[in-house]
Structure formats: C-alpha cells, structure tokens
C-alpha cells in the first residue's frame, strides 16, 4: 500500500471533532442516516453521469450493504456507487467541504430526476460522534482509477493510501467508541434502518437480507394510486389508529420541491391540536417527527408525510420559522388542504357531512388563524341545525340547497350517513333524530332575517339543554348546534367576523317570540289583594331563600302547556362568557354562577295547582299545615330539575334531591 499523503484535514476552527462529538446532534444515532444517505447519493450520482453518457459500466443491483464485526468492534456501510479518486476524497473528505450535492447538481442538472439527499449539514463527519477511528475504501467510476484508503482517528490529522480494492464503489468502516457499542447489535441498526431509511430508493442490506421495505407512495402519481394504498400506508405509519377521514395529495415542483400525503384522522376532544404529528423527510429520508415551523399550526392534527429538499434543516427553529420558502410551503399546504375539503362538499355532500365532526376542528381552527384560509373556505362552514327543509320553498336546481339534509326512511342513500353522524356528535344520547340538516351561517341568516334580524340561536349540548332547544323549535325559531371543543371559541371569532350579528345561547334569555302575556296571572286576588304572577314569585322567593337568585314569572307560548317546561334556569350569555374564560385563563374548572335568574312558568299546570296548594295552606292559617311543606318541597323539587340542564348536582345535592323526591312520591300517594 502506497501512501499518498499525509497531513491536516482544513477546518475553520481548532479542533471539530470535539464540537462534532458532543454537540453536532443530540442523538448520536443520526449518524446512520447519514451515512446511508451518503450511500444512496452516490448510487443516484452513477445513474446521472450514465445518463449523460459519461459512464458505461452496468447499473444492475444497487445495493448498500450494512456489516457488522463484533470481535474487532466496526461496523461498515458499503455501496457500489460513484466512488471517489484521491483527489476527489483531498476535496470533499479532507477540506471538510460538508457536501459535494450542490456542485453535482450544478453539473448534471438536466438528470434531476435522480434526488440527490446530500442535505445535512456535516454529513459524514457525523461518523465521529460514535467512532475512535473512521477508514474510508473507495473507487472511483473513472477508467483507470487507482483505489484509496482514507483514514483519520478522530484528530486533526489523516492518512491517504493507495487501497487493494477492486469493486467500484465505497466503504466507510467506524472502529466504535467503547460507550457506542450498541451499534454492533443487529436489532438496533434495523430499527434504526426503519426510522431513517425505510423509505429510500436504494435496497439496504443486513446479512443478506433487504431491512427497507417501504415504497416511499407520496412520489407516486395519485392516477397510479388506489384508496386501499392510501389506507394502507396510513396503517403503516400509525398502526392502531382509526381509518383516516380522507387525504390530501400533494406535488409541486415551482417555486420549490414537494412531495406528501396528509391525512385528516379523527379528532378527540382529549386531543393536543398544538402537536405535530407529521414526519417530515428529505428525499425520502427521515429528518424528524414534528413539522410545527413549516406547515400552519391549525393543521398540525393532520398526520401524514412532507418531503422537500428545499427546508432547511441546519437551522434554528425560529430561523426556520422566518424562513421565506418555509412560509410558502405553509401557504401552499393550507391552499391545497382547503382546495381538497371544497372539492369533497361540491362533489360528495354525504362524505363531507359525515366527516364534519372531525373536519369541522380543522377549517374552523384554521379559518381563526388564516386569512387566506378563512376566504378559501368561508363558504363552505356547517352547522346542524333544527330547520326541516320540507318547510322551505324549492329552489332552482343550479342554486345549492339551503340546507343539507340527511334523512333516514328506508332504502334512503343517507340512512347510515345519519347514524354515523348521531353516534358521533351525541355518543351519550338515545335522541334518534327523523332526519339531520346541515345549513351554512348565511343561509341561516338570511331564512330567519323576518322573525328575528341578525340573531343566532344555538345550542352547545344537545342532551342538556335539550328542553331549551324544544322550546325554540315549537314556535318556529331555528337552531345551530354549536357543540364542538372549539365551538365556545369559534363563536367569538364569528362575532368579530359578523359584527352586526348577536349570539345567543338558547338558555341565555328567552326570546319576545316564546313568551305572552297570561292575562289570568295578572288579575288581583281580592283576597291576598295580589296577582297570580306575585303570589309564584313569592312563593319560590320564600321556599328557595336563596337571596343571589333572581325569581322572573313569564308565560310561555305553547299550544299544549303541559308540554313546556314549569320552569328554567338562565344565564346571561355575556356574564356566563367571562366566568368561562376566566377559567380558562385561571386553569380551572368553570363554576357555575349563584347569581343567576329563574324563570317559572306561569301557564304550567303544575304552577297554577302548586299555587292553588300553598293558598290552601294559608287560608286555613296552618303556617306549617302538609299541603304548606308539600308545595315547599316541590318548589325545590321544581327548581332542582331546572337546575339540572346546567350542572349535575353534587354528593349533598343529589342526597337531597332524592330525599325529597321520596317525600314528595309518598305524600302525593297518601292523598
């Protein structure tokens, strides 16, 4: 073996190796990918000068080879590629120059078809984090090329022989750190091999055996590609999930390169819609799990793959983040998404309806924090809603309807569509709906524009405030079910979009159209000299003693009274809005308010005989007589029940509430 030089590696500081050892990255294992990408290049750099004709050697099984030596204490990454003369190692090993990929590419340009990884940074100076000793076999592609052998023992200084090999191609050996040793154990290069490089375009091999075995489907034309291969790798990538919503596809080539999949997941209210779940790759090799500076943070629930080469990835985070070719990718993943969800409500109403629980999250978060994505999708925000189509006047059949309906008579395409939709969005209720409709804000706006102007009614449990929401529907006043973990959100953020425009929640205040006057309540007794309605107030005032509770009477409308509710509990929206997000901002749970208002009915039967009751009591002089403590208890009883479409009642609320219904039974069946 002839030496052909020896001397010091040219760097721009002291000593690297140090620097590369403790603080290049903090895991040691990135040094893998590194060098197996180093591998992959130049296989793909063979391919470009055989392309332009420069090389006329065969390009049949390119393959790098992984070998570990446990006795001797190395391990070793061979490929069969372009190779490298001595020069060429005194250029690009010895003066550190950190990647030969962007001179490359100048040069072959034209063959860009062949992604060239070369991307990150220090590349296969890395090889010293883990090694004491790194050695470097090559040969060059070139005719009459004479073998090197490279080596440098984790000092400034290196060693250049000539070397006996005969293949073309190139060996790096690592002579481990004593404390690096794991990487002389197969499972672990495996599961390394399956993190970083399971995707690549070059078959690598451990004992013989392919260990990456992934096609890397974002590459592929989406013509090429079926919904079982879609599904296929989403398992693949996040085995034990549930099936995926639906996927955006995406490919570009101007004003960057980008490739990927992403998927829309089901959401969970218990979800971290902050983290990342995105793997971010670099021509096909794997760079990290969380992409939260390139891509909208509204969209950092979406699973899936973005490839570029265009990211930088030897940069800080919030370099990165200012970064203008980071920005247009964002904008660019955020148009494509939007484009995909208005492509799906125009071509398949039902999968859009059917997703909306999940999907909803996504454009409703990302229309608070895009502009663009917001005007992109604006028109295509639903709500569910108490409106029966049927009511309304057909339209044109150029002209989308107001509502979308989802029905479920037999035979009907949307039966399961709707069953879906009410396990999802009430998986604690058995209120099986006739028939779901879906409308947009505007359409809402402009159906209710006569009975009552620039008003919202909504509703955000549809099990608790059930009662409230029946009310509104008897007399003809439609509802949004706002129900949603963002919704409370949202619902500020319209507010501001839709300035002229006030919501109400269906318990927050009852509405001039679901109230009338009850001209009997309002006739003086001669005897007590008082009005019905008084006598109710004063009842519940002296039953209740509950000094922070405002007692209201009203009559509301209904065409069969036994039917509304005898009484409700209201809360102002703007008082119940700033409890709630103090304790947001406070981190604790949202108590509810002593302050707050009761309305009892005054057209109720049960009112009018409770009053009946408790003037019995009175005109006998029996402060204390049973039907006295009888009507008592059931204004408890009364107020409980109205109480409970707010909060659950706690251990001694609930011990006297069914103390009381016990009393209450028993005295009601002596009589």
Not at 127 to 155: N, P, R
Not at 422 to 437: A, C, D, H, L, V
Request: hydrophobic share 35%.
């Amino acid at each position: 073996m002839t030496m052909l030089e020896q001397g010091t590696i040219s760097i721009h500081t002291e000593n690297i190796f140090p620097i590369i050892k403790k603080s290049l990255y903090s895991d040691h294992e990135i040094f893998l990918r590194e060098l197996v990408s180093n591998a992959v290049d130049a296989i793909q750099k063979l391919k470009m000068v055989s392309h332009a004709g420069e090389f006329s050697g065969g390009l049949d099984g390119p393959e790098i080879k992984i070998s570990i030596d446990k006795d001797n204490k190395t391990l070793s990454i061979s490929d069969n590629g372009i190779g490298m003369t001595a020069e060429e190692v005194k250029k690009y090993i010895n003066q550190v120059a950190f990647s030969s990929a962007e001179e490359f590419i100048q040069k072959y340009k034209s063959d860009g078809d062949q992604p060239i990884i070369g991307h990150f940074g220090l590349g296969f100076y890395s090889s010293f984090m883990v090694a004491q000793k790194v050695e470097i076999d090559t040969l060059s592609y070139k005719e009459e090329s004479q073998a090197v052998h490279w080596s440098c023992d984790g000092s400034p200084t290196f060693v250049l022989e000539d070397s006996s090999r005969t293949d073309r191609g190139t060996t790096i050996t690592l002579t481990l750190q004593e404390e690096e040793l794991e990487y002389l154990e197969a499972s672990r290069i495996r599961q390394l091999v399956k993190t970083y490089c399971d995707f690549m375009p070059v078959a690598i091999k451990l004992d013989g055996e392919q260990i990456n075995k992934q096609k890397a489907l974002w590459r592929e034309s989406p013509r090429n590609l079926k919904k079982e291969d879609y599904l296929e790798f989403y398992r693949y990538l996040y085995p034990f999930q549930e099936e995926p919503l639906l996927w955006v596809h995406l490919n570009t080539d101007y004003p960057f390169l980008l490739n990927g999949i992403l998927y829309f997941p089901k959401l969970k209210p218990e979800v971290d819609v902050s983290q990342g779940n995105i793997k971010l790759f670099c021509n096909q090799v794997f760079v990290s799990d969380h992409c939260e500076e390139i891509i909208p943070k509204f969209l950092l629930p979406m699973r899936g793959v973005i490839d570029s080469p265009d990211i930088p990835l030897n940069v800080s985070r919030s370099a990165l983040q200012m970064d203008r070719t980071v920005r247009k990718i964002a904008d660019f993943v955020a148009k494509k998404v939007g484009d995909r969800l208005n492509e799906l409500y125009r071509d398949n109403r039902s999968e859009y309806i059917l997703c909306w629980q999940d999907l909803g999250t996504f454009v409703k978060f990302g229309s608070m924090n895009d502009e663009k994505f917001k005007k992109q999708l604006e028109d295509i925000l639903i709500y569910r809603t108490t409106f029966q189509a049927e009511k309304q006047e057909s339209k044109g059949s150029e002209e989308p309807p107001a509502t979308v309906q989802v029905q479920t008579q037999e035979g009907d395409v949307w039966q399961d569509v709707t069953s879906a939709i009410e396990e999802q969005e009430n998986p604690k209720s058995k209120i099986q709906n006739p028939k779901s409709e879906y409308t947009t804000l505007k359409e809402y706006l402009e159906r209710n524009q006569k009975r009552h102007e620039n008003r919202v009614f909504y509703c955000t449990d549809e099990v608790a405030q059930a009662t409230y929401v029946e009310l509104h529907k008897r007399q003809g006043l439609e509802v949004l079910f706002m129900d949603s973990f963002i919704d409370s959100h949202f619902i500020s953020f319209l507010e501001r979009e839709y300035k002229d425009v006030q919501f109400s929640r269906v318990d927050s205040e009852l509405d001039q159209n679901l109230v009338e006057q009850d001209k009997a309540a309002e006739i003086v007794d001669p005897k007590t000299n008082k009005t019905r309605s008084e006598l109710i107030k004063e009842l519940f005032e002296k039953s209740l003693n509950k000094p922070k509770l405002t007692i209201r009477t009203e009559a509301l409308k209904s065409d069969d009274p036994q039917g509304t509710p005898p009484a409700m509990v209201l809360l102002p929206e703007f008082l119940r809005r700033m409890r709630e997000m103090t304790a947001l901002l406070q981190q604790q749970a949202v108590q509810f308010p002593e302050e707050h208002t009761l309305v009892v009915n005054t057209t109720h039967p049960l009112i009018q005989n409770l009053v009946s009751l408790s003037q019995g009591s009175i005109l006998q002089g029996e402060g204390t007589s049973p039907s006295g403590e009888l009507a008592n208890l059931i204004c408890h009883h009364v107020y409980d029940l109205a109480l409970m479409a707010h909060k659950a009642l706690d251990a001694e609320g609930m011990k006297a509430f069914v103390a009381r219904s016990n009393q209450v039974l028993t005295r009601l069946t002596a009589n």
